[in-house]
């Protein structure tokens, strides 16, 4: 069984100042890991994805994420955060030869000018 | 390129009455495409997902039913909707890399069951 968490429901920050968002997982195998973004009444946007090599990824918008295995997480980063970020931001995990993806709770980045 | 369409963008229906909702992909072929249930703006829970022409997996019971007639449509069903039925629901489309693919989501249909 694989599932993800998101620690923190809401996370604030002030316009200019770096950003992260937690993601932890558990998975039996090798993960494979996604961040989203959803801003309000709207479907969800593909930001990032780790699937194998390089631990840091670097994705969509300036956002990066780095895969740690020893920790089981994927935080999601981005070096200067704009207002325009604030949005619903969602970690995902999924394992080989599985259809079934499994979503975290989500978790609300404010970025406040 | 490939885009994903979902509609309609809101629906309010009393309870009681039957469901449709359409999603359809385009620019692509044999995708998987899932239905997920967004509640209160927060987690997703996946519903059915689909592999191919009328073969459809359902992962929780529900009053809910998805059927796949072509091969880039997918449809949402209720016979008789109930008030919990309220909810954002998402049509996502992928290709096939053995757990490896990105979801591609639509932009939601918004359900009131009153």
């Known amino acids: 069984a694989q599932s993800v968490a998101q620690p923190e429901d809401q996370v604030n920050v002030a316009e200019g100042n770096p950003l992260t968002v937690k993601c932890t997982y558990s998975?039996?195998?090798?993960?494979?890991l996604f961040w989203y973004v959803q801003y309000p009444n709207r479907g969800l946007q593909f930001l990032l994805k780790y699937i194998t090599g390089d631990n840091l990824v670097k994705g969509s918008y300036g956002f990066e994420a780095e895969f740690n295995k020893s920790q089981t997480s994927f935080h999601l980063k981005k070096p200067s955060a704009l207002v325009s970020d604030s949005a619903l931001y969602f970690c995902a995990v999924r394992v080989y030869n599985n259809n079934d993806m499994r979503f975290g709770a989500g978790t609300r980045l404010t970025v406040k000018p | 390129s490939q885009t994903i369409h979902q509609w309609p963008a809101t629906l309010v229906q009393p309870v009681g009455s039957p469901l449709s909702l359409e999603c359809t992909v385009e620019g692509t072929s044999n995708p998987n495409l899932y239905w997920y249930r967004q509640a209160a703006g927060r987690g997703l829970q996946l519903l059915f997902y689909?592999?191919?022409?009328?073969?459809i997996s359902s992962e929780v019971p529900q009053n809910l039913s998805a059927s796949r007639p072509q091969d880039r449509q997918f449809i949402l069903s209720s016979k008789k909707l109930l008030l919990s039925d309220s909810g954002f629901y998402l049509c996502?489309?992928?290709?096939?890399?053995?757990?490896?693919?990105?979801?591609?989501f639509g932009p939601g249909t918004r359900l009131l069951v009153l």
């Open positions: 998975v039996s195998g090798n993960p494979y």
């Open positions: 996502a489309w992928s290709v096939k890399l053995a757990g490896q693919e990105t979801q591609y």
């Open positions: 689909s592999i191919g022409i009328d073969q």
